[in-house]
């Protein structure tokens, strides 16, 4: 491989963005200008989508607005919901599940989104879209559990409403806060895999559900989604067996297995949002009184650190956040979705109000001068 080369296009600077800025020397996450940390203590999932949509948090009076006009959209047409009982039935893989059902809702919208020609994105359309996927995401999982579809309430705020039509009642205040500062955390997070997918069906000028189905199917991939699925998965393994947890780690790693969760292509150290995570993590269980899942995660933090001086990422405490508040494990990853909708469609608009087609090179390295055989003719 020739030195100017750039695999992954790892260190190649392709855009600028008023959006989120990883300082990952210093294990620094903003969105706008805020940091990470002030935004997931004191911003709704709501005022964030809000600021990334337009450059500045919203006064009281516009957030009312907003969030009511995202309520409103949350419904999905009964024709959507039959095609997402019909995914379920067919056990569907809920990301695939989930990439079929946002292409589809561009029948259902009630505008067309010839705006993208005129380098715009239509705000109202990212409304409802970012609305509709939690419906989507619930429902799929209700119908697989054939349990019947629970409609969205309008009391409810983005992140307490998705668990309430997840588990058919309504979350007290520390898991609806809990679970919204986890939305807040993966909203967006610079030039990742499935942001840099839909910036770039965007540079053609496609419509925003191609870009946001673009954007869910980069992200399935599981060396980019997945990662606090795995997570979780190991947890369990390791409550399951005989071993305490350094223990079980040191197994794993002796037969060259992986653990999950640990590392990133960003940051050289902690990610800001794995400590965010870890201190939730922490308050959930002491309050349900079984403290075996943190726990378990703090002694593989310490002992990964010790071993092999990685840090963890966003998903090693998202994994035992999320299964103490009772949601699926295999929808981790659509939850994953359900929150960077915000971060996507934001990327969709700088690209359609300051990008070009998208359109790098490749050098070619096969044969040549070959020629067609004429044998047997």
Not at 67 to 82: K, Y
Not at 255 to 267: D, L, N
Request: glycine share 6%; with cysteine.
């Amino acid at each position: 491989m020739s030195d100017d080369v750039k695999r992954g296009l790892e260190g190649v600077l392709v855009a600028e963005t008023e959006l989120s800025c990883i300082d990952g020397e210093a294990g620094d996450l903003s969105y706008c200008g805020y940091s990470i940390e002030d935004l997931a203590r004191n911003a709704s999932y709501e005022e964030v989508v809000y600021l990334l949509w337009h450059g500045e948090l919203p006064d009281a009076h516009t957030l009312e607005q907003f969030s009511e006009s995202m309520t409103s959209a949350r419904e999905v047409a009964s024709d959507v919901r039959e095609l997402i009982k019909q995914l379920a039935v067919a056990d569907e893989d809920p990301m695939a599940a989930l990439r079929t059902i946002v292409s589809t809702l561009s029948a259902y919208d009630t505008d067309s989104d010839d705006q993208a020609s005129e380098g715009k994105t239509n705000i109202e359309m990212a409304k409802r879209i970012t609305a509709k996927i939690p419906t989507a995401i619930a429902a799929f999982h209700r119908f697989r559990e054939q349990k019947s579809y629970i409609e969205p309430r309008d009391d409810l705020g983005h992140a307490a409403n998705f668990l309430y039509m997840l588990n058919g009642h309504k979350p007290n205040q520390t898991l609806a806060d809990t679970f919204d500062m986890a939305l807040v955390l993966h909203a967006d997070h610079g030039l990742n895999a499935s942001t840099f997918s839909a910036k770039v069906t965007a540079s053609t000028l496609a419509d925003l559900h191609s870009a946001m189905t673009a954007a869910v199917g980069t992200l399935s991939g599981s060396l980019h989604g997945g990662a606090n699925t795995n997570v979780m998965r190991m947890l369990i393994q390791m409550d399951e067996s005989d071993k305490e947890p350094r223990e079980w780690v040191e197994n794993v790693l002796d037969e060259g297995g992986r653990v999950p969760g640990f590392g990133h292509r960003v940051y050289d150290v902690k990610d800001p949002r794995a400590a965010i995570l870890g201190e939730r993590s922490k308050q959930l269980a002491e309050v349900a009184g079984d403290t075996r899942w943190y726990d378990c995660s703090v002694a593989v933090e310490e002992y990964i650190s010790e071993i092999k001086g990685l840090a963890p990422n966003v998903d090693f405490y998202s994994a035992s956040t999320y299964y103490q508040m009772g949601i699926p494990i295999d929808i981790y990853t659509p939850i994953f979705a359900m929150s960077r909708a915000a971060g996507w469609i934001a990327h969709v608009m700088e690209q359609h109000e300051n990008g070009r087609l998208i359109r790098p090179r490749s050098r070619y390295v096969g044969p040549d001068n070959r020629e067609i055989s004429t044998h047997g003719q």
